[in-house]
């Protein structure tokens, strides 16, 4: 009698997750780029961005609004309904208060070119308020311009963004840029001619965002312009991104490389602000405080700091002698580069920081490729991004992370040595999603998939994923066990 | 009904064993054998010998398992008197009635319960038809005498060993051996006067068992003679390596004591062939990468898994076979007076740059493996790579939560798949804790070491003196091992 109530009930979770587009993987036979597929994340909104190549969406609470502001790559110029334009890719500007109806409020043109040196990929987004010398009535935006410029623009009525000055120009190309509000200190991944990298680190005072200071530039020993290097070497160690945890924190994590010549390193901020600027090697050695290099088949796309996190069971140790009783970890984020798999697996790595001058990996996570065969899908499969807003329901509990074809996977880290999937989103197509290709037998063959680029979070708990072959822009939830990992109460 | 009955019963052994477990909180009497997917197939109690180290092969017809004891002294019945340990060798032809042939003592005095300093904790055993130039009649162990000096003895004869050769005398300290038996290459820790840690690596040339040629001194730069005097001499001790012989041409180098566990990866050739004076420049010669694990202790142990098929990266265009290291810190306090220590799994296909990608840990959520006395955590694995096991099963000796067995076939989850905690018995020796009171002590089995012999017979010793149990994988442990049809 027990036995058939647990039977039954059983069955009725698997039906009311099948009505939410639920239950397990789709296998590649079940699969049709036409329906979403999910587990414990639901869909609230959606739009379409134009059908814009999208990289990044930021989200920005401002005049009792929450605003989504998407960064997007290169691409042909499209049609902007609203000013009945052709434009190139820029920066989509969503209102996003009611998850369930955006409202498209403006399109910002970004510089012509295609995917990678085109558009305007990032935003950063700052009230003048916290800003130690902005106005107090204004928000700004942080973008990139294509390859060739960083730019603030005055977003405070985000339908009609205005310029207000070109951080730097003349780049050879931009990336994941991180800006402090309280400080006004922006890391901005930048090229700066010279150097034996495509792309650095350029630290600016933009406290007063009207009036850029340039403080240093900053990257590895041996980029740097007086170093002798082989023309090869010079495509090494890309920057990708730059979090910073302030003044506080007073570290910064850099991630360099895609799925090769990764370097993962943590700097001493206030050595990076205030050390010696000129950049020799030892000058830019400084401010180190550790460097992990890693395999050749391994990049470092995002590293996302999750610092103090307590680790149940913890406590049980040390006896009486002192010890730590958390963990600080940073969840390091590769990049898929190649469509169906033309590549070795994409994954992320989970680095035990806790004594941040002996780091050890000690955890991954990774999303099976079967039963779901998404090296058939199309395009690329692996990871990508995690968000990097941490809200109180999220902090040190759920980390989001973008998988390309397989969408996007709501990983539980609150045992952070053993991170596990609590629930994915993995978009529709729609008849505007753009083509991937791959040359099999000398022709092109080409698919039709979804391409989760990134995802992002706001103070609410919704999640932003943003697709990189112009489907638009997804507004999850979190739903069933998995939101009891969080913590909405 | 006959069906539901025996189910019944099982389900109640099964508590009973748990509760007499968990009735461990205190000095108790002792504490019952718990297990799943591994059975105890025989015992030798070692004439209650503290045990570090069992080595396994077979001679003629006959199985023989030789044990390497930690300090401490026992009456051997066998000649009625008291001798200072040193190594039991024990007939497991028929691993249900394992014969105890000899006990072959040292001259050490040294009594404490696992102390290092006393027993013959390490030893290797080679057959001379494998070694380049050893008797092919013959069989031979090289094992540690104390902290003093690393001995050769002829073991043809299992019952009467035979004296060979001192390979080295006058030592601080020994411990890790590992012996090449088809080049005769030894890597052996030793303590030397000068250097500027305890414990280093000695290479020695044992082709001819009976004439060890000394080939050069190794450790990290900085602890060569005439160093700089550092504070802590035992911060980097080493560990000792694993060998992959000239094919793989990889030593794997664990180190650490308290804190401060890393592995080092070398290049055998250029340790064995470059330039052998130690000075820093010729020490990290043969290094192809060092890494510090983070906040764990010292690196008792690596196992490498070299050419792994990763089924799940098979569609993927590169990178479908990967290297892998066990890396295994070593739980050295009582009662988890220290972090938690875990097996990591580090991927070393691109071994100047290994990561760690999975660990593995006994979960101990409710603190009971912290409570029930002796120290709790990995310390070894096995270390013949029998293709019974090799990339399959890894066995990790976990100390008081005795032998687990870990699915490693998909190194990025290491899944376990089994356990046995041995019962304690009369001889289980209390593990204490300092309290303000005095010390405190509990009875709790402290499994040192694990080894695996060709048949697919498992090994596990006890540190603190409760014998060597043999044991076979049932049910889906046996499934997964790959015993011939």
């Not at chain 1, 395009?379 to 109180?392: D, I």
């Not at chain 2, 099982?10 to 718990?34: F, I, R, T």
């Amino acid at each position: 009698m027990t036995r058939i109530g647990t039977f039954g009930l059983l069955s009725l979770c698997v039906s009311l997750a099948g009505c939410q587009g639920g239950g397990p993987v789709r296998t590649l036979s079940e699969y049709r780029a036409e329906q979403p597929e999910a587990n414990n994340m639901r869909l609230l909104g959606f739009n379409d961005l134009q059908n814009r190549s999208a990289y990044a969406p930021e989200l920005h609470a401002q005049g009792g609004r929450w605003i989504a502001y998407i960064g997007h790559h290169g691409g042909k110029p499209k049609l902007n309904p609203m000013t009945g334009a052709m434009e190139n890719n820029g920066t989509s500007i969503v209102d996003v208060t009611d998850p369930r109806n955006p409202k498209y409020l403006a399109h910002i043109p970004g510089q012509e070119g295609g995917a990678e040196s085109g558009g305007a990929q990032m935003t950063r987004l700052c009230n003048g308020g916290e800003l130690p010398s902005g106005d107090r009535n204004k928000v700004y935006m942080l973008r990139s311009f294509g390859t060739s410029a960083h730019e603030i623009w005055d977003v405070t009525v985000p339908e009609k963004p205005v310029m207000v000055v070109s951080v730097v120009r003349g780049l050879r190309d931009t990336h994941k840029s991180w800006w402090e509000c309280d400080t006004g200190i922006a890391y901005l991944v930048s090229g700066v001619k010279g150097w034996h990298t495509r792309r650095m680190t350029q630290v600016f005072d933009l406290s007063d965002p009207a009036k850029p200071v340039h403080i240093r530039d900053f990257g590895l020993p041996g980029q740097e312009p007086s170093a002798k290097v082989s023309k090869e070497q010079d495509s090494f160690y890309m920057l990708h991104g730059v979090i910073s945890t302030g003044a506080k924190g007073n570290r910064v994590y850099l991630g360099y490389g895609t799925v090769s010549n990764g370097v993962i390193q943590i700097l001493d901020r206030e050595k990076l602000l205030n050390g010696p600027k000129e950049p020799t090697a030892a000058n830019l050695l400084q401010p180190q405080v550790t460097r992990i290099d890693t395999p050749l088949y391994m990049g470092a796309h995002t590293v996302l700091p999750v610092l103090g996190v307590e680790v149940e069971g913890l406590a049980k140790y040390w006896g009486p002698k002192p010890g730590p009783k958390h963990r600080d970890l940073i969840v390091v984020v590769n990049e898929s580069t190649g469509n169906e798999c033309r590549e070795a697996r994409q994954q992320a790595y989970f680095i035990d920081i806790t004594d941040e001058r002996r780091p050890m990996g000690i955890a991954n996570f990774d999303v099976p490729e079967t039963p779901g065969g998404y090296c058939s899908r199309g395009g690329r499969f692996g990871a990508h991004a995690s968000n990097e807003a941490m809200p109180p329901m999220y902090a040190k509990r759920v980390v989001f992370m973008t998988w390309f074809n397989a969408g996007v996977r709501a990983v539980d880290i609150r045992d952070p040595y053993r991170p596990k999937e609590i629930g994915y989103y993995i978009p529709a197509i729609t008849p505007q999603t753009a083509e991937r290709c791959v040359e099999r037998d000398g022709k092109q063959q080409c698919k039709r998939a979804i391409q989760t680029n990134n995802v992002e979070v706001d103070g609410r708990g919704y999640v932003y994923v943003v697709d990189r072959a112009d489907t638009g822009m997804h507004i999850l939830e979190l739903t069933g066990t998995a939101r009891d990992a969080a913590n909405f109460r | 009904m006959t069906k539901v009955m025996a189910r019944l019963c099982m389900a109640l052994a099964a508590c009973a064993l748990v509760s007499a477990a968990q009735a461990q909180d205190g000095l108790g009497s002792g504490h019952g054998a718990e297990s799943r997917n591994l059975r105890l197939v025989g015992m030798s109690d070692l004439q209650g010998r503290a045990a570090f180290q069992p080595v396994i092969l077979k001679q003629g017809e006959r199985w023989i398992a030789y044990v390497g004891h930690s300090g401490g002294s026992a009456l051997n019945p066998l000649t009625g008197r008291n001798e200072a340990n040193g190594t039991s060798i024990i007939d497991v032809t028929d691993p249900a009635r394992p014969r105890y042939l000899h006990h072959l003592p040292t001259d050490s005095d040294a009594e404490v319960v696992g102390a290092e300093g006393g027993g013959a904790q390490m030893l290797q055993v080679c057959a001379g038809r494998d070694l380049p130039r050893g008797d092919r009649a013959k069989f031979y162990m090289l094992r540690t005498e104390g902290r003093k000096a690393h001995e050769m003895w002829d073991v043809t004869a299992p019952e009467r060993p035979v004296k060979i050769a001192d390979v080295v005398t006058n030592l601080l300290s020994t411990h890790r051996q590992a012996w090449e038996c088809d080049t005769g290459i030894a890597y052996v820790n030793s303590g030397l006067p000068g250097w500027e840690v305890l414990r280093l690596t000695q290479v020695w040339d044992l082709s001819d068992p009976a004439k060890p040629v000394h080939i050069r001194d190794f450790g990290l730069p900085g602890q060569q003679p005439g160093a700089p005097k550092r504070a802590n001499r035992r911060l980097n001790d080493g560990h000792g390596p694993f060998s992959t012989g000239p094919a793989g041409n990889r030593l794997y180098f664990g180190y650490g004591n308290v804190g401060h566990g890393a592995f080092q990866i070398v290049d055998r050739k250029k340790l064995l062939e470059g330039p052998k004076e130690p000075t820093p420049e010729n020490l990290l010669y043969p290094q192809v990468s060092f890494q510090a694990i983070g906040t764990m202790q010292a690196v008792h142990a690596v196992l490498p898994l070299i050419g792994m098929e990763i089924p799940e990266f098979g569609r993927h265009e590169k990178g479908r076979v990967r290297d892998f290291l066990l890396v295994l810190p070593e739980a050295i306090e009582n009662e988890c007076h220290e972090g938690p220590q875990m097996m990591v799994v580090v991927d070393i296909t691109d071994d100047r740059n290994p990561i760690g990608v999975a660990n593995f840990q006994v979960p101990n959520k409710d603190g009971s493996f912290c409570t029930r006395g002796g120290r709790f955590g990995p310390h070894q694995t096995q270390e013949n790579l029998t293709p019974i096991y090799h990339k399959r099963i890894v066995f990790v000796a976990w100390f008081n939560a005795g032998v687990r067995a870990v699915d490693i076939r998909d190194p990025y989850n290491p899944r376990e798949v089994g356990y046995y905690i041995p019962a304690s018995n009369k001889h289980t020796q209390p593990s204490c804790v300092k309290t303000a009171q005095g010390p405190r002590c509990k009875i709790a089995i402290v499994t040192n070491n694990v080894e695996v012999d060709d048949r697919g017979y498992i090994y596990i010793a006890d540190r603190v003196r409760s014998g060597l149990h043999i044991l076979e994988p049932t049910g889906e442990a046996r499934r997964i091992a790959n015993f011939p049809k």
